[in-house]
């Protein structure tokens, strides 16, 4: 009865350490939805609840790139972040992971109220859609990309003149 007790025991023991390893270094996998107050990393990622965050289905050009414009050369990267931080200010992010990256980051689809972050980032000429993407992101950045708006031309100081 004694050896029967111990040996309870020994493998309550060992399936905590197993616990604890697991938890320790089996990689998170992504809840379901990740929400809260984001902030907007360098490279227009997303710091959403404590994961990093790359929009699905888009490129943003890098900070050190420029944008053709007609006036000078801009940032395309800087201007990016900063469009995107203004559209979530003060507003919670919604995020649905579609994949986990090989640096720790997640891969997700967010969302502020109805408008799908991507989708907006693409219609206002900041991001160019990935290959992968749905067929309605490509479409958006061509519109962009004809409008000449964003990375694709014009800088934000002559569509605001001309409207």
Not at 39 to 46: H, I, K
Not at 62 to 78: A, K, L, S, V, Y
Not at 111 to 127: F, Y
Request: glycine share 8%; proline share 6%; hydrophobic share 45%.
């Amino acid at each position: 009865m004694m050896y029967r007790n111990h040996l309870v025991k020994a493998i309550i023991i060992v399936l905590m350490i197993v616990a604890v390893i697991v938890f320790l270094f089996v990689p998170r996998a992504a809840a379901d939805e990740i929400s809260g107050f984001a902030s907007v990393q360098e490279d227009a990622s997303l710091r959403v609840g404590g994961y990093l965050v790359r929009l699905y289905g888009i490129y943003v050009p890098p900070t050190d790139q420029t944008c053709q414009t007609f006036i000078r050369p801009m940032p395309c990267g800087t201007r990016a972040q900063l469009a995107l931080n203004f559209k979530i200010e003060g507003e919670f992010v919604h995020c649905t992971p579609a994949a986990n990256n090989t640096d720790g980051s997640i891969t997700a689809a967010c969302r502020v109220g109805d408008d799908d972050l991507s989708e907006w980032m693409l219609q206002k000429g900041w991001a160019t859609a990935l290959p992968d993407a749905p067929f309605q992101y490509a479409a958006m950045e061509n519109i962009a990309k004809s409008r000449g708006i964003g990375i694709w031309g014009i800088p934000v100081e002559m569509i605001r003149r001309r409207r």
